[in-house]
């Protein structure tokens, strides 16, 4: 039997391969969420991707919220009113009561005093005397400086302690020398921190201490802006037990120790 003619196989040169058809890329199909009703419920598609965030569990419209009682309302009125015929100063979150003018020996004396009742929140059993320009400053003060030191320690700061306010007197209670700006109306000492939870904070006991110095030292920097005199336990032995705080103005800025 005749055998048929044998094709010759040559070898190709070394790196080349044989030609192929190209191929024709195929789209692959894929889940696409329902864009009309975002009811897709797959992960990836539920975590706020884009406008995805849609729960098949959402209700279609938002309810609509219930009008408040017309006596709670009535209540947060009366609150309103009340916290402003309470305010001092102009300023409602200083609360106390206006006394006028205080007389006292020689050129001691205040001009527009305020007896503080509380400020911010805050309040001051003591009900210090001073002029509005240090009640200004003290609650700058409480606000930006002594609230933040204690955050939510003990449940935060329910009122302050304050061993000296408005006082005819000379500086350190010297039987002679300048007036102290107590005899002005122009300062205030704090000597204790009443938190919510009972406990308080003393800077005669705290101010060495590894649990109270950090708030303590805190408070203190706070108070240098606010007020031009800043006094602490290591300014000198008369103020180890308190923290003095008045409003002198110095052109060289602030007094702080």
Known sequence: MAEGPVTEMRPLARGQEPARPPLRPQVRPYERPALAYGASTRPLYRAEVGLFAFSPNAVAQSLRPIV????????????????LRGQVCGDANIQGDAIGNVAGRGA????????IKSIAGVRFPQRPTMDCRTARALKAWVVNGAKPA?????????????????????????????????????????????????????VLRGWNTAGDSRIL???????????????????????RDHFHFDTARYRSGPYCR
Not at 108 to 115: K, L, P, Q, W, Y
């Open 217 to 239: 030292r805190r408070m203190w920097r706070a108070a240098c802006g606010p007020f031009g005199t800043v006094l602490g336990p290591e300014a000198n032995r008369f103020h």
């Open 68 to 83: 408040r009682p017309q006596a709670i309302e009535r209540a947060a009125e009366a609150a309103r009113v009340a916290r």
């Open 108 to 115: 001691c004396g205040v001009e527009n005093a305020v007896r």
């Open 150 to 202: 204690v955050g939510n320690a003990g449940g935060g700061i329910a009122s302050l302690r304050t061993v000296s306010d408005y006082a005819c007197r000379n500086r350190n209670s010297a039987a002679s020398g300048r007036l102290s700006e107590h005899a002005f109306g122009h300062a205030i000492d704090v000597a204790g921190i009443k938190l919510k939870s009972g406990r308080e904070i003393t």
